[in-house]
């Protein structure tokens, strides 16, 4: 196989202090070594200092950008100066800002560009900020959608959405979960877990830990000693912190806060079912690693969840706290149900979401949008 190299763009820092288990950094790793050539990685510095890090095969670029224009224009140029004139290669986005800084480039002029889109960001909903902010994101979806040379969506219903938009290879390629590690506790955790309930994710509006908290208060009168614990941190941690405190359920409520992602089995396989009642989704990994540890997972009742839970969890409005007091309670009081559930879901991970076969097809996406002959990638 002829290498390949790839730059990809990304519109959000990476960790401060990358590790060799980073969530970025794995499968960066990961499909560099399945291409054979560099693999370039941009993305604003965020806390961290500006500059080059280099992990093996990957070479991250930490740029230090005031504002969201001042990252498009210092973007274009690293693309450019990373960009050889010969060789194979192609550009990667992972948000529509990043496809933005691509498509500005010169680089783009003779590399073809693979576009993730992933989320409601084609039409997004008031979760997403102001007006004015909704429409520069789905116009920045659209041009990005419609320029690309292929675009990689994480959902059919994306898949259906992209396909209206674009005469380009649309290809639907789901998360990964490494099953190895995202397992049941063995031996199996004790029958009175630390917690009864755990939800992960960054606290953000979109998320609606308020909806499920508001749950957790009517779960805590039929079970006075359930605790949820919230794994993940946000501009929305105040907020949050003052609906428990407003409902009196600080000692039923654990804030964990950003923990390095090794640790995260370790919390999930220590509660008795994931929750995650998000307002909107692409595919969450947070949910697909919840059941890979088989855990019965209780989502909203939106399109994305429907994709990844379809008979293996269960489904309630992003709004319906009685419907949420009621699923929590159904599993939270049969055992024997919530162990069936939890079996379902990790048996739905083994199937369609395993690591490296996940990450076989992603390379070979990557091959074919060099190439450009799409036609297997496409029909699997």
Not at 9 to 36: C, F, I, K, M, Q
Not at 256 to 277: E, K, M, N, Q, Y
Request: proline share 7%.
């Amino acid at each position: 196989m002829n290498a390949c190299s790839v730059v990809v763009v990304g519109a959000h820092p990476w960790s401060s202090e990358v590790t060799t288990d980073d969530l970025n950094l794995r499968p960066a790793r990961a499909l560099a070594e399945r291409l054979g050539g560099r693999y370039d990685v941009i993305v604003p510095s965020g806390g961290a200092p500006s500059g080059q890090a280099t992990f093996g095969p990957v070479r991250l670029h930490r740029l230090q950008s005031p504002n969201r224009l001042a990252f498009l224009i210092t973007a274009r140029r690293k693309i450019d100066e990373l960009v050889a004139p010969g060789g194979r290669s192609v550009l990667m986005s992972s948000e529509p800002l990043a496809a933005v800084a691509i498509e500005m480039s010169k680089a783009r002029r003779r590399r073809p560009h693979l576009v993730h889109i992933q989320g409601e960001v084609l039409s997004p909903g008031p979760e997403y900020g102001s007006r004015f902010k909704r429409s520069s994101l789905s116009l920045a979806a659209r041009m990005a959608v419609r320029r690309a040379s292929a675009v990689r969506v994480v959902s059919r219903k994306l898949e259906r959405e992209v396909q209206a938009l674009t005469s380009s290879p649309v290809v639907f390629l789901g998360s990964r979960v490494d099953t190895s590690r995202f397992q049941p506790a063995t031996p199996p955790a004790p029958q009175t877990p630390l917690v009864e309930g755990v939800m992960v994710g960054s606290l953000l509006d979109v998320k609606n830990h308020d909806t499920a908290i508001r749950a957790w208060a009517r779960v805590v009168e039929e079970l006075p000693h359930a605790k949820l614990r919230i794994i993940g941190d946000g501009p929305r941690r105040s907020h949050v912190e003052a609906l428990v405190d407003s409902l009196f359920l600080r000692e039923h409520v654990e804030f964990v806060g950003t923990v390095s992602h090794d640790r995260v089995p370790g919390l999930l396989t220590s509660a008795r079912c994931f929750i995650h009642p998000s307002w909107s989704e692409g595919q969450p990994r947070a949910v697909l690693e919840g059941m890979a540890c088989g855990l019965p997972v209780i989502c909203s009742d939106i399109s994305a969840h429907r994709e990844m839970v379809p008979d293996v969890g269960r489904l309630v409005p992003p709004d319906d706290v009685e419907g949420w007091t009621a699923a929590l309670l159904e599993v939270l009081r049969d055992p024997s149900r919530s162990a069936d559930m939890g079996g379902r879901a990790r048996s739905h991970i083994m199937k369609s979401y395993q690591f490296e076969a996940n990450l076989d097809r992603y390379a070979e996406l990557i091959l074919a949008v060099a190439t450009g002959e799409y036609r297997e990638v496409v029909r699997t």
